[in-house]
């Protein structure tokens, strides 16, 4: 594979970076990761614009314009005959061997890595036979609304679930459920309204989210932003994950209590038929 790395487009062997880079030493560092389907990027502009967030909120000056990083993207799917798969973008604030906490002198410059994932997003098995998850405890800090690559607290939890023998897990925050260790997360409740957890500093602004809740208005389904319980979801009708990895994928049990007994619900099935639909026309 072909990796970009500061400017240049190098074998994945040769893509070296400093031990002192902030973003290998403190998680200083912001990332992106874009789902590829037939050769095009789907939802680039709300990845885009929510990298330029994080960095705002982190005072990290995006060190690219989009135009070159569009470039950067297509060179990627190209050089490395991408068909299917992900982008995976990472910007940090560069390397500074004082180690010093402070930011260091804008003049130090960042590091923009970039790489492709091959992958199955269309036909992914999850997506037919729905996944199990468990909850555990959101254990996280207080800006999950920033895309950091802080990840150990999601690391863990995806360890937990997979020692436990789930696919993954969904997080919870006094007693409500925040989202998923590495997705956002919906239920649909008997009246075949659709529930996520409204934005705020605790969960990830999702771009497959915010496709979702599109849509879901353009075809004239209900759909809520409020907060629900663990509870509540383990009650729910359906339940289901987003990500730009996953796009949709059906839960069909929370802590071994299924969901919808056990089978794949018919609104997340054509949520994700629909979004797919849409992605691969625009
Ligand atoms: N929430 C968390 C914690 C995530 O890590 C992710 C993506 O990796 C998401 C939500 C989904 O965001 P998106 O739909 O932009 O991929």
């Known amino acids: 594979d072909i990796v970009y790395l500061d400017s240049h487009f190098v074998p994945k062997e040769q893509a070296k970076i400093s031990v002192f880079d902030r973003g290998f030493l403190f998680a ?17 502009n709300g990845h885009f614009q929510r990298l330029q967030r994080s960095c705002k909120e982190l005072g990290l000056s995006l060190p690219i314009t989009k135009e070159l990083l569009v470039d950067v993207h297509h060179e990627l799917i190209e050089k490395n005959n991408l068909h299917e798969g992900l982008i995976y973008l990472q910007i940090t604030r560069g390397a500074d061997s004082s180690r010093f906490f402070d ?44 895309k950091t690559v802080a990840l150990l607290a999601a690391c863990l939890a995806k360890h937990h679930a997979h020692q436990q023998g789930a696919d993954d897990a969904i997080l919870i925050k006094d007693g409500y459920i925040t989202e998923g260790s590495s997705s956002n997360f919906f ?25 979702i809740i599109q849509l879901a208005q353009e075809e004239g389904l209900k759909i809520t932003e409020r907060r629900f319980t663990l509870d509540e979801a383990k009650k729910a009708k359906e339940a289901f994950i987003s990500s730009a990895t996953t796009l949709i994928w059906p839960v069909i049990s929370i802590d071994n209590e299924d969901i919808n007994q056990g089978a794949v619900g018919h609104l997340s099935q054509r949520l994700r038929d629909i979004y797919l639909d849409k992605a691969l026309k625009k």
């Open 187 to 211: 239920i649909v409740n008997r009246d075949n309204e659709i529930i996520t957890r409204p934005l705020s500093q605790d969960i990830l602004p999702g771009i497959t989210r915010q496709a």
């Open 28 to 44: 200083d560092a912001v990332y992106e990761v874009t789902a590829v389907i037939d050769g095009q990027l789907i939802d680039f």
């Open 103 to 146: 930011f260091p002198s804008s003049s130090v410059p960042s590091t923009i890595v970039a790489f492709v994932q091959h992958s199955t997003v269309v036909n992914h098995p999850n997506a037919k036979k729905g996944i199990s998850v468990i909850s555990v405890e959101d254990i996280r800090w207080q800006r999950c609304d920033i």
